[in-house]
């Protein structure tokens, strides 16, 4: 497929709008991945009345923000294991929701510009492999064979590990939504949450612009916007959220060659292939963190292929450059989720259940 205007690469789907009840036994605030995976795997352990409350489209916030990295090439041995039981969740996806969510087993290249990036990647990488992961290091030489984009001498190193990759989190949120729905969950689109009646400890109730939904237990998924909401029952939930841009270059008339999701540690810059042309993204280094409502930070000058340090990577930008023009920019809330929202889903499904979670399938 050739496509000259990328203008709508993540079409969210939204459900007619739905009378809000006046009860449920659990009601979820935010439907983006991870909304949607707790509201799943509640009702499939046979949870009942549950009802999912977004402002918007579900993935609207950050769940649907374009192509996502899924991968178990973390540090942290917790990290590693969530993310590889995510993946095993995101190979199985497909013959479980009979829904294609775009898995692209492309792998992972970590790339090392200096003797600290190398040492803490290799450090990694023992983890990952006394884990039971297949990340090993590459020589630059090799980096470059395996994404000819790179320049082999700007790297002293790389890390690759080929059963990571990209997948498209919207589809997940999708089949995670409409599989609830098929178990008799409640998804209220449209609806934003205005307040929370809290009081010695237990929640009684959710107050939103389309009125109010009476409940004994609310989880909170939303995300970037998670302490704006805990601070509504009086909790407060430590969350930091921080700015990530992307961009996509122009599509070309043929694919470029396939490479990994490609990741510079000096620069934060990443890419892999979109259709006929490539995905960016980079975080602001700059910035900190951020909470302001409303408030949109101007793209940073550093999402070019050319940018300083990555010039020496990807050669210069311009329509000549290696990787191609920068058609389109955006920016949006991260924190590393996406990966986790198979396994998000259960744990607080355990959470909620506790001992008497029904064996099967669903046990995760
Ligand atoms: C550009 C970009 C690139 C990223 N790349 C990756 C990646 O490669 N790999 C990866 O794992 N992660 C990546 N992430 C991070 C990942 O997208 C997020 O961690 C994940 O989507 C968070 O999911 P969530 O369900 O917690 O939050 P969200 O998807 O943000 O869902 C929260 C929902 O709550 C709703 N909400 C908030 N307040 C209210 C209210 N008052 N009333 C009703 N609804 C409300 C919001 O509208 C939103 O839909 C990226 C993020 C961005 C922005």
């Given at each position: 497929?050739?496509v000259k205007?990328?203008?709508?690469i993540v079409?969210?789907?939204?459900?007619p709008?739905?009378?809000l009840?006046?009860a449920g036994?659990?009601?979820?605030?935010?439907g983006?991945i991870?909304?949607t995976?707790?509201?799943y795997?509640?009702?499939?352990?046979?949870?009942?009345?549950?009802v999912?409350i977004?402002?918007?489209?579900?993935?609207?916030?950050?769940?649907?923000?374009?192509?996502?990295g899924?991968?178990?090439t973390?540090?942290?041995?917790?990290n590693?294991?969530?993310?590889?039981?995510?993946?095993?969740?995101f190979?199985?996806?497909?013959?479980?929701?009979?829904?294609?969510?775009?898995?692209?087993?492309?792998g992972?290249?970590?790339?090392?510009?200096?003797?600290?990036?190398l040492?803490q990647v290799?450090d990694?990488?023992?983890?990952?492999?006394?884990l039971?992961?297949?990340?090993?290091?590459?020589?630059?030489d090799?980096a470059?064979?395996?994404?000819?984009?790179?320049?082999?001498?700007?790297?002293?190193a790389a890390?690759?590990?080929?059963r990571?990759?990209f997948?498209?989190?919207?589809?997940?949120?999708?089949?995670y939504?409409?599989?609830a729905?098929?178990?008799?969950?409640?998804?209220?689109?449209?609806?934003?949450?205005l307040?929370l009646?809290?009081?010695?400890?237990?929640?009684?109730?959710v107050?939103?612009?389309?009125?109010?939904?009476?409940?004994?237990?609310v989880?909170?998924a939303a995300?970037?916007?998670?302490t704006?909401?805990?601070?509504?029952?009086g909790?407060?939930?430590?969350?930091?959220?921080v700015?990530?841009?992307?961009?996509m270059?122009a599509?070309?008339s043929?694919?470029?060659?396939?490479?990994?999701f490609?990741?510079?540690?000096?620069?934060?810059?990443?890419?892999?292939?979109?259709?006929?042309?490539?995905l960016?993204?980079?975080?602001?280094?700059?910035?900190?963190?951020?909470?302001?409502?409303?408030?949109?930070?101007?793209?940073?000058?550093?999402?070019q292929?050319g940018?300083?340090?990555?010039?020496?990577?990807?050669?210069?930008?311009?329509?000549?450059?290696?990787?191609?023009?920068?058609?389109r920019k955006?920016?949006?809330?991260?924190?590393?989720?996406?990966v986790?929202?198979?396994?998000?889903?259960i744990h607080v499904?355990?959470?909620?259940?506790?001992s008497?979670?029904?064996?099967?399938p669903?046990?995760?």
């Amino acid at each position: 497929m050739l496509v000259k205007h990328v203008d709508n690469i993540v079409p969210l789907v939204k459900t007619p709008g739905r009378p809000l009840p006046a009860a449920g036994d659990i009601v979820i605030l935010g439907g983006g991945i991870m909304g949607t995976s707790i509201a799943y795997h509640l009702a499939e352990a046979g949870v009942k009345n549950i009802v999912l409350i977004e402002r918007n489209a579900l993935g609207s916030g950050s769940s649907a923000k374009p192509l996502g990295g899924v991968r178990a090439t973390f540090s942290d041995p917790g990290n590693i294991r969530l993310g590889q039981r995510s993946l095993e969740a995101f190979e199985r996806f497909g013959e479980k929701f009979r829904t294609d969510i775009g898995l692209r087993q492309v792998g992972y290249l970590f790339l090392c510009r200096n003797e600290a990036e190398l040492l803490q990647v290799e450090d990694s990488t023992h983890i990952q492999n006394h884990l039971g992961g297949s990340s090993r290091m590459v020589t630059p030489d090799q980096a470059h064979q395996i994404n000819p984009f790179l320049d082999p001498r700007a790297l002293v190193a790389a890390s690759y590990s080929p059963r990571d990759g990209f997948a498209q989190p919207s589809k997940v949120v999708q089949a995670y939504a409409e599989a609830a729905q098929q178990l008799g969950v409640t998804i209220c689109q449209d609806t934003e949450i205005l307040d929370l009646d809290a009081g010695g400890g237990e929640v009684q109730a959710v107050h939103t612009n389309r009125g109010t939904i009476r409940t004994p237990t609310v989880i909170c998924a939303a995300g970037a916007w998670s302490t704006r909401l805990g601070a509504m029952a009086g909790v407060h939930l430590p969350i930091e959220p921080v700015r990530r841009q992307i961009g996509m270059t122009a599509q070309g008339s043929k694919p470029l060659p396939t490479v990994p999701f490609t990741l510079d540690l000096s620069t934060t810059l990443y890419f892999h292939n979109y259709l006929n042309g490539m995905l960016l993204g980079i975080s602001n280094q700059d910035q900190g963190t951020w909470f302001l409502p409303g408030v949109r930070l101007p793209v940073a000058a550093g999402l070019q292929p050319g940018c300083g340090n990555c010039r020496t990577l990807l050669g210069p930008p311009g329509p000549g450059s290696r990787l191609g023009r920068i058609v389109r920019k955006h920016t949006g809330p991260q924190r590393h989720d996406r990966v986790f929202g198979h396994c998000g889903g259960i744990h607080v499904r355990h959470r909620i259940l506790g001992s008497w979670l029904p064996a099967g399938p669903g046990s995760g």
